[in-house]
C-alpha cells in the first residue's frame, strides 16, 4: 500500500533547555516563571516551539536569548563558551494538555552566567541552586515558597539534565566548559565539587587532572584571583574522553 501522512496525526515539537551553571560554588539551573497558560504562574524550564524554517539548535539557541537574554553563540555565530548538547526526548502524549507535543531537551552548560532577564512569554528568570531539587514531582522551592513541581515534565527533564552533567565530568573533559577560558586546578576542582556535590581532596585531584593526558594545558600565567600564593593557569586540552576518568565518589 502506497504511504498515506494523513494517516497518522500532526503533532508540534518544542525545545526544552536545562541550563546549567556554578554560582557562587554552587551548581545553579536556569528556571521561568510562566507568564501565560497552561500553567501560569508556574517555574519550568526555558523553552518553547520550534519554528517552521529552523532546526533544533537554532530553536533552543533562539528560546534561550528570547526568554532570558542569555546568548550561547555570538551574533557572527561563533561559540560564545557555551556548551549546547541535545540531552532526550521527552513525548508522552499527555504531557501538554494543549495539544500532543513532542519536546527535545537540551542541556547548556557556561561558566558563571550572569543574571537572566526575563522575555518573551515569562514572567520572570532566575538561577535555583540544583540542591533545592528533592526527588522527581517535588519541584524546586526557595524563599519560603511552597514546593511546587515544575511545569509539564520539567522536573524530570532537569533531573535527567544534572545527571548528564555529572556523569559526563567523569569521564570527559567538560567540566571545563564552567570554566573561564585560563582557570587554575582550584577553580575546576570547585566546579567537580558544585556539580558532583562532595568535598575533594585539593592533592589528590591536582595529581589527577594534571596528569590525565590532554586534559589540562599550562598557559605559561598565574593568577592570585583566588587569595593566597599566585596560583598557574591552564586552559583546557584537545582530549574529549579522559584515561583515566575522573570516578565520581560515593557519598
Excluded at 536569548?65 to 513525548?91: C, F, K, N, V
Excluded at 532577564?117 to 528568570?125: F, K, L, M, N, W
Excluded at 584571583?225 to 598557574?232: F, H, I, M, S
Aim: hydrophobic share 40%.
Amino acid at each position: 500500500m502506497p504511504y498515506d501522512p494523513s494517516a497518522f496525526p500532526p503533532f508540534a515539537v518544542t525545545v526544552d533547555l536545562v541550563v546549567l551553571t556554578v554560582r557562587r560554588h554552587a551548581l545553579c539551573a536556569l528556571v521561568v516563571r510562566r507568564g501565560e497558560s497552561p500553567y501560569q504562574g508556574r517555574w519550568a524550564l526555558p523553552g518553547g516551539f520550534v519554528r517552521g524554517d529552523e532546526d533544533l539548535e537554532a530553536a533552543a539557541a533562539r528560546e534561550l536569548t528570547e526568554e532570558t537574554g542569555l546568548l550561547t553563540h555570538t551574533p557572527e555565530g561563533h561559540d560564545a563558551g557555551a556548551h549546547l548538547e541535545q540531552l532526550a526526548t521527552y513525548g508522552d502524549p499527555q504531557r501538554d494538555p494543549r495539544m500532543r507535543v513532542v519536546s527535545v531537551a537540551h542541556l547548556v552548560l557556561a561558566p558563571d552566567l550572569p543574571s537572566p532577564t526575563a522575555g518573551g512569554d515569562v514572567r520572570s528568570a532566575r538561577w535555583a541552586p540544583v540542591d533545592t531539587l528533592s526527588c522527581p514531582g517535588d519541584g524546586l522551592a526557595w524563599e519560603g515558597e511552597q514546593q511546587v513541581p515544575l511545569a509539564f515534565d520539567h522536573d524530570r527533564i532537569l533531573l535527567d539534565g544534572v545527571e548528564r552533567a555529572r556523569s559526563k565530568i567523569e569521564y570527559s573533559s567538560l567540566a571545563t566548559a564552567f570554566c573561564p577560558p585560563e582557570f587554575t586546578v582550584g577553580e575546576l576542582r570547585r566546579v567537580y565539587e558544585a556539580v558532583w556535590g562532595v568535598v575533594l581532596d585539593p592533592r589528590n585531584f591536582h595529581r589527577k587532572v594534571t596528569g590525565t593526558p590532554g586534559f589540562l594545558v599550562p598557559t605559561g600565567g598565574t593568577t592570585t584571583r583566588q587569595g593566597g600564593r599566585p596560583a598557574q593557569l591552564f586552559r583546557a586540552g584537545g582530549a574529549t574522553l579522559l584515561n583515566p576518568p575522573m570516578l565520581r565518589p560515593e557519598v
